[in-house]
């Protein structure tokens, strides 16, 4: 099994900074690949950015060029920059990760609880 605990959500203005961070912890287990979506009241949850094992990264239009995403590969840590802000980036943030566990080719995935992102001024 694999645990992911958020943090880095709270309130900011519009045009404000966040940073997310998520941890990984567990035993005998490989990460394939690392990512944040996100979750607005009456939506469905979304891709924000994932980040691969090689490092490859992909965005949603929505966020490109104003959210990185990067990994701390020795702390099975990864991280959500988020620059410039708007409204409509409000809503709950989780984690998800895809793993390998212990020698078992087959990638299992999993989410963290979700960290709140309210941008209001």
């Known amino acids: 099994q694999v645990q992911l605990v958020e943090s880095g959500g709270g309130l900011v203005q519009p045009g404000g900074s966040l940073r997310l961070s998520c941890a990984a912890s567990g035993s005998r287990f490989s990460i394939v690949s690392m990512g944040w979506y996100r979750q607005a009241p009456g939506k469905q949850r979304e891709l924000v950015a994932r980040i691969g094992s090689g490092g490859s990264t992909n965005y949603a239009d929505s966020v490109e060029g104003r959210f990185t995403i990067s990994r701390d590969y020795a702390r099975n840590t990864v991280y959500l920059q988020m620059n410039s802000l708007k409204p409509e980036d409000e809503a709950l943030y989780y984690c998800?990760?895809?793993?390998?566990?212990?020698?078992?080719?087959?990638?299992?995935?999993?989410w963290g609880q979700g960290t709140q992102v309210t941008v209001s001024s």
């Open positions: 998800n990760t895809d793993v390998h566990l212990g020698t078992d080719w087959r990638i299992r995935g999993y």
